[in-house]
């Protein structure tokens, strides 16, 4: 997980140094940074919770 994150802010940042660039940044030009990943949001703490328990009862083990 730590590589992960770490790659995720050397990717931030090198986009917003990007974005900042005079030739960028004097003709209007938006960039854009999309990370992949999952991120914790209630969304995925209930799916994930659902998944658990179903895992549960049918004897399964989760990774």
Same mark, same amino acid.
């Given at each position: *997980?730590?590589?992960?994150?770490?790659? &995720?802010?050397?990717?931030?940042?090198?986009?917003?140094?990007?974005? &900042?660039?005079? #030739?960028?940044?004097?003709?209007?030009?938006?960039?854009?940074?999309?990370?992949?990943?999952?991120?914790?949001?209630?969304?995925?703490?209930?799916? *994930? !919770?659902?998944?658990? !328990? #179903?895992?549960?009862?049918?004897?399964? &083990?989760?990774?």
């Amino acid at each position: *997980m730590g590589l992960s994150n770490g790659a &995720r802010s050397g990717l931030t940042g090198f986009v917003a140094g990007l974005a &900042r660039t005079s #030739k960028l940044a004097s003709n209007n030009v938006t960039i854009n940074n999309l990370l992949p990943g999952t991120y914790d949001t209630d969304r995925i703490a209930t799916m *994930m !919770q659902g998944v658990s !328990q #179903k895992n549960r009862s049918s004897g399964q &083990r989760t990774a």
